[in-house]
């Protein structure tokens, strides 16, 4: 069984910054991609932005030069930096796994429990 724990996420003011942070444990052999979404209330979870294992990121144009992810693969952990955030980054922030090959070959999609960010005006 694979696990995604996330930390990092709480209140700041609009301007601050947060820097998100999501560990993935079990038996792994291999992720590929790894990311962030974001789903606010009464609205459909979103992509934040994404990274493979070989380095490629994508992100929403919303975040695009604020938000940066970068990922740990010996770790098996990815970070997400929020820099310059405003009251419409306030969402729950799930990380997600994708294509999670564990030792026994078995190959899954995980989601992390979700971290709350909010950002006050």
Known sequence: QVQLVESGGGLVQAGESLRLSCAASGRIFSIN????Y???????RELVAVITSGG???????VKGRFTISRDNAKNTVYLQMNSLKPEDTAVYYCNADRV?????YTANYWGQGTQVTVSS
């Open 33 to 36: 991609s790894m990311g962030w």
């Open 38 to 44: 974001r789903q606010a209330p009464g609205k459909q």
């Open 101 to 105: 090959v564990s030792t026994n070959y």
């Open 56 to 62: 490629s990121t994508n992100y929403a144009d919303s």
